[in-house]
């Protein structure tokens, strides 16, 4: 598993999809932080990597020192180089834990967050798997809380069930931006129903051995991108996925 994600977070090279995709995440999540009333900003990221997406908006937001953020992530190399991140940035309340982000418990503690990360997941887990994860968002967020997610629009594209899921959780869609040259997509929402109460054993995705994952699977059938500023779909243009179409 590790080898693997660091090989796919090598690719965050300047002119990468990663990177196009990363600047759009970046901007919700300081759209979200400019947002925030007074007082803490509880975040919850999960698989959250190296947490480059959040630390870099922190690095110059007058709202930094104001987030308690849990990051959790499975890849150990990620977890230290996050903490090294944050130590660098003298931020203290950013948390990284080495651990299984797709199990609610992990976010005990940590919720209801103000702002839930879910940034390279959706396209390495089952359809019914990220339907369960929006349905079950509600149960880690504080009212009117922001989600940001991504997911790949390659065909069959997925994003439009995605937007609409979310919807029927309870979030009003604040964007939607399919990143340019590139079949990566960002989309974030406000959760404007009621939070629900947290449950710690609901199980929220599991990540699909490669050959099964959605965007492996599409690189396989040949299939290019989904959607207006879609280019030829490449192993490094199914941004959630890994490496080798992960
Ligand atoms: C596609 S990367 C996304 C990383 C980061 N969110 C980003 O967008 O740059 C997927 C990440 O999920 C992590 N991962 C995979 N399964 C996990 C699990 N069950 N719990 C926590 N992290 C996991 C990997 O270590 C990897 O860092």
Request: net charge neutral; charged share 25%; proline share 8%.
């Amino acid at each position: 598993m590790s080898s693997e994600w660091v090989e796919w977070m090598r690719q965050y090279g300047e002119d990468s999809h990663q990177a196009r995709r990363l600047r759009f995440v970046q901007e919700a999540i300081r759209a979200a932080l400019d947002r925030a009333p007074p007082g803490p900003i509880r975040v919850l990221s999960l698989c959250a990597g190296d947490g480059r997406d959040l630390l870099g908006v922190l690095a110059d937001h007058p709202r930094a020192r104001d987030v308690r953020a849990r990051l959790i992530d499975l890849t150990p190399e990620f977890v230290a180089a996050g903490r090294a991140g944050a130590r660098a940035l003298g931020l203290h309340a950013i948390e990284f834990v080495l651990g299984d982000a797709s199990v609610a418990a992990s976010a005990e503690g940590a919720v209801p967050a103000d702002l839930l990360l879910l940034c390279g997941i959706f396209g390495n887990v089952s359809d019914r798997d990220i339907r369960a994860t929006a349905h079950h968002a509600p149960e880690l967020c504080a009212a009117g809380a922001t989600v940001v997610w991504t997911r790949g629009r390659f065909p069959p594209d997925l994003t439009p069930s995605i937007r609409e899921w979310f919807r029927d959780a309870g979030f009003e869609e604040l964007a939607f931006v399919a990143v340019p040259d590139s079949t990566a997509s960002v989309g974030s929402g406000r959760l404007v129903a009621p939070p629900r109460p947290f449950d710690r054993a609901v199980r929220l995705f599991t990540f699909l051995p490669d050959a099964e994952r959605p965007a492996s699977r599409a690189r396989a059938a040949g299939l290019g991108p989904a959607g207006p500023a879609g280019a030829v779909a490449t192993a490094t243009d199914a941004s959630d996925a890994g490496p080798r179409g992960t």
